[in-house]
């Protein structure tokens, strides 16, 4: 069985950087989708940045972290990790990892069946 858990969460200021990682364990298959959501206080979970091993590696980054988020995917250690720059307020919320056969790159929520607990990013002054 899949299993994914998040690490690395924590409070910042704002225009400071996080690490968070998010370690795979039970896959099965070499080619699947992973990537990262998150979702503030009375929102709806967003997709953040997701990556689709089937097609060598597609990306998606959503439009407001394109220039400050990264990914980096370690293959030995089966983690990847989200890499977060001049963090700003609005991304505050619960970042969670999760992983598919078959999502795809297009980070819709609904098509990922395997999730972490999540982990909290506060950014705040």
């Known amino acids: 069985q899949w299993q994914v858990a998040e690490s690395g969460g924590g409070l910042v200021r704002p225009g400071e950087s996080l690490t968070l990682s998010c370690a795979l364990s039970?896959?099965?298959?070499?080619?699947?989708?992973i990537g990262w959501f998150r979702q503030a206080p009375g929102k709806e979970r967003e997709g953040v940045s997701c990556?689709?091993?089937?097609?060598?590696?597609?990306?998606y980054f959503h439009q407001s972290v394109k220039d400050r988020f990264s990914l980096i995917r370690n293959v030995a250690k089966n983690t990847l990790s989200l890499q977060m720059d001049s963090l700003k307020p609005e991304d505050t919320g619960v970042y969670y990892c999760a992983a598919d056969l078959t999502a795809g790159a297009r980070c819709v929520a609904g098509l990922f069946h395997h999730w972490g607990q999540g982990t909290q990013v506060t950014v705040s002054s």
């Open positions: 039970g896959i099965t298959s070499d080619t699947y989708s």
């Open positions: 990556i689709d091993l089937r097609d060598g590696g597609e990306l």
